[in-house]
Structure formats: structure tokens, C-alpha cells
């Protein structure tokens, strides 16, 4: 730029002509062009941003509860058809916000299995493509195993929670989810190395302690008790995971010392 302002001044000094002439607009065209381009200014914030603002809206509508006369569930499956239309910024939050109401709606008895199926099939549908929009993000695959996890199709979880594994090697949710389909399938020393492994890499906290415990007892390995005892020592260990796992091998010794502690 400096360069460049001496180079101006030369030229006016020296007397040499432009290049490129000097041009500007008559006085009178300034008030026009200023409400122009305000006008095109409005209308290109308007254009990029009318779909998230009218998607989010309706998302908002579409994670209400309706009543039944209103239309009930239907309504909400309805109302993220429409918002998810608008294929906006938006996508993501929504298909979250459409995850997590199937799953509790698959938890809940007030909504009929038609009801369920839909939302299903639409929450798989749509976090399906928001996985195929992002392949590198663990979180996608992750919900989606989560979500087949939770109404019992472990087989069908499995490879989308290994698949997030792979994405994310150390994210504790994953590895946690995986341990349970692995030994919900019966594949009890894939789901004890799973275990083992969650454990060791972050021993300080009590979920991946109770879950390795819990497998070592169901096996009836004897470093259960040395897993166990930092939480009997800490007042953590009234856990019915690990409870229900020593009641299962007859342990009531152990039990009663747990509920002492």
C-alpha cells in the first residue's frame, strides 16, 4: 500500500496519465443507491437465512408434547417431516433433537407401537444421512447403534457402534455401549476386554469400575473383590449393577459389606 501511494504521487507530480480514469457516480444517484443496495442487502440476509428461521420454528413445535385431540405423536413425526423439508443449516440439531424423542418415546407406554415404528424408522433415516454428510464424526454411528441398542437389536447396533469406535477410539460412551451388546449377544470375552480396557484408561471414574467388576464377577474371576474395594472404601459401591451380579454368584458376604460401607 505504501509503495503504491508513492507511485500515485509520482504520477501527479511527474504529470503522467492514469491508467485507469477516475470515475464516480453524479450527487443525485446517492440517496437511490444507498436504498438499493440496502434493499439487495435485506434480501440476501433474508434469502440465506428464511430456511433455519422458519426449520427451527417448527422443530420447536415439533418437540412440544400435543395432546391427543391435537393430534398427539403423530403430530410431533409430522412436524419434523416438515422442518427436516427445509434441508437447512438446521439438519443437525434437528435430526439430535428427533434421536433423542424416539428414544424416549420407544421407553414410553402412552405411545402406540404404530406411533413408535414411525418415529423409528424416521429417526434411522434421517441420522443415516447426517452420517453419510459427516463420515468422520463418531457421534452419528454412535447414536444410531445407541438407538437400535435400545430396542433390543444388538445385532444391528453392533456394527454402528464399532464403526464410532473406530472414529473415536477412547470416547468412554462408545466403548461403555459396546461392552453391553457384546455381552447381550453372549460374547462375554469381547465384552470383559472391552471392559478391561475402558477401565484401565480412565480408572478414576466409577461407571467403566462397575461395569469391569460387574463382568469379572459373572465370570467368578477373584479380581472382582480388588475392583471393587476403592468404592467400598468410598461409599460408592451400593450399586445394584454390582449387587445383582454378586446375588447372582451367591455372594451375600460381599453384598452385606457393600451395604455396610
Not at 403430530?75 to 443449516?89: C, H
Request: aromatic share 10%.
Amino acid at each position: 500500500l505504501v509503495l503504491a501511494y508513492i507511485a500515485h504521487r509520482s504520477a501527479e507530480a511527474f504529470g503522467r496519465e492514469r491508467i485507469f480514469s477516475a470515475w464516480s457516480l453524479p450527487r443525485t444517484w446517492f440517496i437511490p443507491v444507498v436504498i438499493f443496495s440496502s434493499i439487495l442487502g435485506v434480501c440476501t440476509v433474508w434469502a440465506v437465512n428464511w430456511k433455519p428461521l422458519v426449520a427451527n420454528r417448527i422443530l420447536i413445535q415439533a418437540i412440544q408434547p400435543h395432546k391427543p385431540e391435537d393430534g398427539g405423536v403423530a403430530k410431533n413425526i409430522d412436524l419434523f417431516v416438515q422442518a427436516l423439508a427445509y434441508d437447512s443449516l438446521g439438519n443437525q440439531e434437528m435430526r439430535e433433537q428427533l434421536m433423542q424423542g424416539t428414544l424416549s418415546a420407544l421407553a414410553s407406554t402412552a405411545v402406540s407401537n404404530e406411533d413408535k415404528q414411525k418415529l423409528l424408522t424416521l429417526a434411522v433415516s434421517e441420522m443415516e444421512k447426517q452420517a453419510a454428510s459427516a463420515p468422520d464424526d463418531a457421534r452419528f454411528p454412535y447414536f444410531l447403534g445407541a438407538l437400535f441398542a435400545a430396542i433390543g437389536q444388538n445385532e444391528t447396533a453392533k456394527p454402528y457402534l464399532e464403526k464410532a469406535l473406530a472414529l473415536s477410539p477412547t470416547k468412554q460412551a462408545i466403548q461403555m455401549q459396546l461392552v453391553f451388546v457384546e455381552y447381550a449377544l453372549g460374547n462375554k470375552e469381547r465384552a470383559l476386554e472391552l471392559a478391561k480396557t475402558t477401565f484401565e484408561a480412565a480408572p478414576q471414574f466409577k461407571d467403566p469400575r462397575v461395569v469391569y467388576a460387574a463382568l469379572l464377577i459373572a465370570n467368578g474371576d477373584a479380581r472382582a473383590d480388588e475392583i471393587v474395594a476403592p468404592l467400598i472404601v468410598s461409599g460408592q459401591a451400593n450399586d445394584q449393577r454390582l449387587i445383582s451380579a454378586y446375588a447372582e454368584k451367591k455372594r451375600y458376604d460381599k453384598i452385606a459389606e457393600i451395604w455396610e460401607s
